[in-house]
């Protein structure tokens, strides 16, 4: 169907052919635009009233989340859009992933545009996570137990080769993932993000464009090389939530790739720096024996530390460049501290230049 490409457009008439794919019987008669939170996607808060006929299954909520592109940047970043669409489309009715109930997921092909229903999470008191609220020991230990099961449940899945349920699942380093990594470090582009706090905040060693550029490269090389699974693909904090102590996900991008793309990300984005020295061994220890309690061959602690020591440069990366239309300034240089302070303590650049 046509998708909405303004909040405007953002109808009865359209919910309820939205909703009527998966909800038969419910039509929405009136529709209420309750909050616009603008993003990378932009979520827009809905309160639509409901007629209900005779065939209608479950009561729909009060309100609901439309998210999908409708900003000025939103052209630009069609492969993200239709990524995540893909996961609630795809990916969340096959592993066990924690995530918002998804009542409509679908793309325009002739625009930009992919759209998805969700739940407000706001409306059942979910607790979000923030970035600048660095989590205990305990919160980090359970989100890698809960990684742990959805990464063992598409560890080297035969889904992921052609004709399988992830054939369409790209790794980070190459397809669009790997135009986004080029786009940024065009010198210029690259010299306004070191030029701003979050490149202050990290040591001048790190600040390198070139050795950025070979060092990402070092890493997708070495990616191709490595036992593959299904990672949520951005698990910094503002894209986490817990749910009566069950570690939630969402705003996935998911991607095809070693497990440690996501659970170095997620250590390091998720932990005070004096913590994370203290803690990441005996975490790490914690994701393997979980993996391990899933039925697969995990790697030596020897072997993780290694692929943990170098895995840091991607979001050492991903938070030097992050664009403040999609994340804060302040979380922008909390995040980028962490992974420098990261990548100093593991030597990364020596990890990850070219011998």
């Known amino acids: 169907m046509k998708l909405p490409l303004t909040v405007d457009a953002i109808t009865p008439q359209w919910l309820s052919e939205a909703l009527g794919e998966r909800h038969r019987g419910v039509t929405v008669t009136h529709v209420e635009i309750v909050d616009i939170i603008l993003g990378t996607s932009t979520k827009i808060r809905v309160r639509p009233t409901y007629a209900y006929s005779g065939a209608a299954g ?3 909520p009060d309100t609901l989340i439309v998210k999908g592109g409708f900003e000025e940047h939103s052209p630009s970043m069609q492969p993200m859009y239709l990524n995540e669409m893909r996961f609630y489309r795809d990916v969340q009715p096959r592993i066990d992933m924690h995530s918002p109930v998804c009542y409509f997921a679908g793309t325009d092909p002739d625009s930009h545009q992919s759209i998805v229903i969700m739940e407000d999470l706001r409306a059942r008191g979910v607790e979000f996570c923030h970035a600048l ?3 205990s020991y305990d919160q980090v230990a359970r989100r890698l137990e809960a990684m742990a099961i959805y ?3 598409t560890w080297n899945s035969v889904e992921f080769e052609p004709g399988g349920a992830f054939d369409w699942v790209s790794g980070r380093h190459e397809s669009w993932s790997a135009e986004y990594q080029h786009r940024y470090l065009a010198p210029e582009v ?10 202050a905040a990290v040591s001048r060693v790190l600040q390198d464009r070139l050795w950025m550029a070979r060092a990402l490269g070092y890493v997708g090389r070495y990616h191709r090389h490595s036992p593959v699974c299904l990672c949520h693909g951005d698990t910094h904090l503002g894209n986490l939530y817990i749910d009566a102590g069950k570690p939630g996900f969402f705003d996935a991008q998911v991607a095809k790739g070693p497990w440690h793309l996501e659970v170095t990300y997620h250590m390091i984005a998720a932990l005070d720096i ?6 990441e061994k005996d975490l790490l220890r914690h994701y393997l024996r979980a993996l391990s309690a899933q039925g697969i061959a995990a790697p030596s602690f020897e072997t993780a530390w290694e692929s943990h020591r170098r895995e840091i440069v991607y979001g050492l990366f991903i938070f030097l460049i992050n664009e403040v239309r999609f994340q804060t300034e302040a979380i922008n240089t909390a995040y980028a501290a962490r992974f420098g302070a ?5 030597d990364t650049v020596a990890l990850t230049s070219e011998r």
Request: hydrophobic share 35%; glycine share 4%; proline share 7%.
């Open 58 to 60: 479950e009561v729909l």
């Open 133 to 135: 609220r660095p989590q």
């Open 151 to 153: 990464h063992a449940q």
């Open 190 to 199: 690259w010299r306004h993000y070191m030029e701003s706090p979050r490149g």
């Open 274 to 279: 004096y913590d994370r020295r203290l803690w």
């Open 342 to 346: 990261a990548a100093l303590d593991h």
